[in-house]
């Protein structure tokens, strides 16, 4: 009992552990509280502070020890990162700690990729770990992503500004370094003294999880991690802002009267919607109006696509080119962060705009609002299904039901007509249609599968049918940075094992992030990787002729931006080279085969690769594109 005492003196054990082991020495649980109250009456009188409370504790050690405490304060499990050997402290105090799991990634960028995966799939904190200036510019790529998509990743690297050695081009230092991100970034900090490395820390994952979401970034100067400290330790709890937002009152009420009220409305879902768990509402609220649904370009898959009142994701990404309803002269947006990709409108300015979302930054910059609805999408849908229910009446309801006839015979024939792509003539040849490839994965994947999509501009809307109510699940690459693809899948595979996690990637894509694929070894992820190789950015090419139809690059062959052929790359030797199993194919039965193989590769905890060759597709793609004669001898 007495090194219990001291424990508890010393602040190693917490009240609710010290009235335990008082419990186990025999104590009653009267008589362990009674002597609690003695003991910190003993302790405040010592240093005239009250105790601290179970979730704020002082910690004595090294900074780098602290750092590590601090995580698994913030309830971080796993830390994805490089090795630097000013982080020694840090690796160090790891040994001892197996809450927290450190997950050495080949290059920051895929490493960063696979935390951002983890964080969207999980919807837990995780850390990002980079080798000061250098690691750090190898992942700006995928802080960028995080940026665009608004995932809450922390990254940390050391600093050699102002360290012992600064002022003399030390290695690494670079003055400014966190100015690096900073546009990228919802907060990024230096920590002035190594006893404020657990503050720092504290407020970066408050930052990174209060909505809208981002990633925030931090760094301290080299020597701290070395250094002795007394410091608090406090739980996210704590300091966890709990933005949970109910939207105005009377804005809501003008949202349902304009919804009741409309003859063409239309609802537009996205991110916030799955992040908030509130699909099921989502769809409440369009099978309460027969709201004809769709999506502008996200992350996640946010409504049942094989619901009848789905009738396709935003074509180009404006409301003027939706097949139905024409002219929609009602439009919801509930969580989407409707980017703007071109000149002209999302949103016609003829149409009346709600506009229901927590990220009110963002709103109105570009559209017209007629109502703002700034709220937790789960709480602001609750609240405007309560208000349509209060102003409905029979004639209203017989209204929905009509306009649900009519958007479901839409939807259907909309549904028929993308199933016509097996009626393709070139269904059965060989290089593979990319259609072809997708639609062999859709037959073959599980119901409930994840599947991770960054093919470019592939189109996979004709097959996979997406419900995130308990059906497949899309993670869609969205900031831009290619590489993410294989490290997103990792990293979705490590949040949900008991998923099967299926990759899409094309081949330009894929060779910017293939290191992943090292972690899946070694970890044992059973992820399937499908690469689409057209030896080629289809999706610049495509963009680059569109732009110049017609011009010289289609009248000579001549594609200097697009090629990767001659040599073509070969996806599976890389795979192998990483530890992972893979083959290539070229034909429908080939790939049916190795789809097959893989189930059974990834049912023994492996991963697995098809590198899928596909047709080379666009204007004046032939078999042999002419390739320009730099250095080519004569």
């Known amino acids: 009992m007495r090194e219990l005492v001291a424990k508890y003196l010393s602040n190693a054990v917490s009240r609710r552990d010290f009235v335990r082991g008082l419990i186990g020495c025999g104590l009653t649980a009267s008589a362990a509280q009674s002597v609690l109250g003695s003991i910190d009456a003993v302790a405040q009188s010592r240093d005239g502070a009250p105790p601290t409370p179970d979730d704020v504790r002082i910690f004595e050690g090294?900074?780098?020890?602290?750092?590590?405490?601090?995580?698994?304060?913030?309830?971080?499990?796993?830390?994805?990162?490089?090795?630097?050997?000013?982080?020694?402290?840090?690796?160090?105090?790891?040994?001892?700690?197996?809450?927290?799991?450190?997950?050495?990634?080949?290059?920051?960028?895929?490493?960063?990729?696979?935390?951002?995966?983890?964080?969207?799939?999980?919807?837990?904190?995780?850390?990002?770990?980079?080798?000061?200036?250098?690691?750090?510019?190898?992942?700006?790529?995928?802080?960028?992503?995080?940026?665009?998509?608004?995932?809450?990743?922390v990254v940390y690297s050391a600093r050699a500004e102002d360290s012992r050695e600064a002022g003399r081009d030390a290695f690494q230092e670079l003055p400014g370094q966190e100015q690096l991100v900073a546009p990228v970034t919802k907060w990024s900090w230096?920590?002035?003294?190594?006893?404020?490395?657990?503050?720092?820390?504290?407020?970066?994952?408050?930052?990174?999880?209060?909505?809208?979401?981002?990633?925030?970034?931090?760094?301290?100067?080299?020597?701290?991690?070395?250094?002795?400290?007394?410091?608090?330790?406090?739980?996210?709890?704590?300091?966890?802002?709990?933005?949970?937002?109910?939207?105005?009152?009377?804005?809501?009420?003008r949202a349902a009267r304009l919804l009741v009220e409309a003859r063409n409305p239309l609802l537009i879902v996205g991110d916030e919607i799955y992040k908030a768990k509130a699909v099921a509402k989502a769809v409440q609220l369009a099978e309460l109006l027969a709201l004809p649904v769709t999506q502008a370009r996200q992350v996640f898959s946010n409504f049942p696509q094989n619901h009848p009142l789905w009738i396709s994701d935003l074509p180009g990404g404006r409301i003027d080119t939706v097949a139905y309803p024409r002219q929609p002269d009602v439009v919801i947006n509930v969580g989407n962060k409707m980017q703007h990709n071109s000149p002209a409108l999302m949103v016609p300015r003829t149409a009346k705009f709600i506009d229901l979302r927590i990220d009110s930054v963002s709103m109105s910059n570009v559209l017209s609002t007629t109502v703002p609805l700034v709220a937790d999408v789960a709480y602001g849908l609750d609240d405007l299904l309560a208000a349509v229910h209060g102003v409905m009446t029979p004639a209203l309801t017989a209204t929905v039901q009509e306009r649900f006839a009519r958007v479901r015979a839409f939807s259907e024939n909309a549904q028929r007509l993308r199933r016509l792509v097996t009626r393709n003539p070139d269904w059965e040849r060989s290089p593979l249609l990319p259609d072809r490839v997708s639609y062999e994965i859709a037959q073959w994947a599980d119901p409930n599968?994840?599947?991770?999509?960054?093919?470019?501009?592939?189109?996979?809307?004709?097959?996979?049918?997406?419900?995130?109510?308990?059906?497949?699940?899309?993670?869609?690459?969205?900031?831009?940075?290619?590489?993410?693809?294989?490290?997103?899948?990792?990293?979705?595979?490590?949040?949900?094992?008991?998923?099967?996690?299926?990759?899409?990637?094309?081949?330009?894509?894929?060779?910017?992030?293939?290191?992943?694929?090292?972690?899946?070894?070694?970890?044992?992820?059973?992820?399937?990787?499908?690469?689409?190789?057209?030896?080629?950015?289809?999706?610049?090419?495509?963009?680059?002729?569109?732009?110049?139809?017609?011009?010289?690059?289609?009248?000579?062959?001549?594609?200097?931006?697009?090629?990767?052929?001659?040599?073509?790359?070969d996806m599976s030797a890389i795979a192998r080279g990483f530890g992972v199993e893979g083959e290539k194919v070229r034909t429908p039965a080939e790939l049916k085969a190795a789809l097959a193989r893989s189930k059974r590769v990834t049912a023994e905890g492996k991963p697995y690769l098809i590198d899928a060759e596909v047709a080379r597709y666009g204007i004046g793609w032939t078999d042999d594109p002419w390739i320009p004669p730099v250095g080519r001898r004569s």
Request: hydrophobic share 40%; aromatic share 10%; with cysteine.
């Open 62 to 153: 090294t900074a780098g020890a602290a750092f590590a405490e601090q995580l698994i304060a913030s309830g971080v499990r796993y830390v994805f990162g490089g090795s630097d050997s000013e982080d020694a402290e840090f690796y160090d105090a790891l040994v001892d700690r197996p809450r927290l799991q450190f997950i050495l990634t080949a290059h920051e960028g895929p490493g960063a990729a696979m935390a951002a995966g983890y964080v969207k799939a999980s919807g837990e904190p995780a850390l990002v770990t980079q080798a000061a200036v250098v690691g750090l510019m190898n992942a700006t790529g995928q802080i960028f992503n995080a940026f665009k998509e608004q995932t809450p990743l």
């Open 190 to 253: 230096t920590a002035g003294r190594s006893d404020a490395i657990p503050e720092t820390v504290r407020r970066a994952f408050k930052v990174a999880w209060t909505p809208p979401h981002g990633p925030a970034y931090v760094n301290w100067h080299e020597d701290f991690n070395h250094e002795k400290i007394r410091t608090e330790i406090i739980t996210h709890d704590r300091v966890d802002a709990r933005m949970r937002v109910r939207p105005n009152p009377s804005e809501v009420e």
């Open 449 to 569: 599968a994840v599947v991770v999509h960054e093919g470019g501009s592939l189109d996979i809307s004709h097959s996979f049918e997406f419900n995130p109510l308990g059906g497949r699940e899309l993670f869609f690459y969205y900031g831009g940075h290619l590489g993410s693809g294989v490290g997103t899948a990792a990293g979705v595979k490590l949040a949900r094992p008991n998923q099967q996690v299926v990759c899409l990637v094309g081949d330009g894509s894929f060779v910017f992030g293939p290191t992943a694929l090292w972690n899946m070894a070694r970890l044992e992820l059973p992820v399937v990787v499908v690469v689409y190789n057209n030896h080629a950015y289809g999706g610049p090419h495509n963009r680059v002729l569109s732009a110049v139809s017609g011009g010289r690059m289609v009248q000579t062959g001549h594609f200097y931006h697009s090629y990767l052929g001659k040599p073509d790359m």
